[in-house]
T-cell receptor, first 114, second 112 residues
Framework: DAGVIQSPRHEVTEMGQEVTLRCKPI?????LFWYRQTMMRGLELLIY????????DSGMPEDRFSAKMPNASFSTLKIQPSEPRDSAVYFC????????????FGAGSRLTVL | GQQVMQIPQYQHVQEGEDFTTYCNSS?????IQWYKQRPGGHPVFLIQ?????EVKKQKRLTFQFGEAKKNSSLHITATQTTDVGTYFC????????????FGKGTHLIIQP
């Protein structure tokens, strides 16, 4: 398996623009997580899905953030409109639940909002 | 909510010296996991500890889970330049939720 695949790896955009980040989890993994990493706040869980269904989105910072998982092999995280404080690395991770979530992370999407 | 604290935030060592990072949870954990993130990279799973008092070793790395299952440590013997990175501990968030709550990590900087 190629692992968790994220795109784009880098995104530079201007404030107010829409940003869409994409993730392909490992085949067979039934959990998908979106994390955000900043120097100040570390790794924060934004939202996670189980069998394509959003389970907990309490970490999503604002209504400007939304996430979808239309099928088992694809998820998106969208920010609209983007703001400079959204600049961070966004990681997607997937796991196969066997009593504990051992996460496999993608390479991340580094977002810079000017 | 549950909090996971790690100390120190940064650790500078000379190559060949030992390194230890400590992790404390505000709640009892069913398991604790450790991840390593190289500079510019992504977190990579190292190990999971489940039992009270458990000790596991991976070559020069020794992981411990406290008796009360609220704290853990990672010790590296004779550090090498390949050990550079950030080491995170993480535990289940509690309340039946899935996923992991991560500590803020310990950045290991090695001077040759």
């Amino acid at each position: 398996d190629a692992g968790v695949i994220q795109s784009p790896r880098h995104e530079v955009t201007e404030m107010g623009q829409e940003v869409t980040l994409r993730c392909k989890p490992i085949s067979g993994h039934d959990y998908l997580f979106w994390y955000r990493q900043t120097m100040m706040r570390g790794l924060e869980l934004l939202i996670y899905f189980n069998n394509n269904v959003p389970i907990d989105d309490s970490g999503m910072p604002e209504d400007r953030f939304s996430a979808k998982m239309p099928n088992a092999s694809f998820s998106t995280l969208k920010i609209q409109p983007s703001e400079p404080r959204d600049s961070a690395v966004y990681f997607c991770a997937s796991s196969f639940h066997t009593g504990a979530n051992v996460l496999t992370f993608g390479a991340g999407s580094r977002l810079t909002v000017l | 909510g549950q909090q996971v604290m790690q100390i120190p935030q940064y650790q500078h060592v000379q190559e060949g010296e030992d390194f230890t990072t400590y992790c404390n949870s505000s709640t009892t954990l069913s398991n604790i996991q450790w991840y390593k993130q190289r500079p510019g990279g992504h977190p990579v799973f190292l190990i999971q500890l489940v039992k009270s008092g458990e000790v596991k070793k991976q070559k020069r790395l020794t992981f411990q889970f406290g008796e009360a299952k609220k704290n853990s440590s990672l010790h590296i013997t004779a550090t090498q330049t390949t050990d550079v990175g950030t080491y995170f501990c993480a535990g289940p968030p509690g309340g039946g939720a899935d996923g992991l709550t991560f500590g803020k990590g310990t950045h290991l900087i090695i001077q040759p």
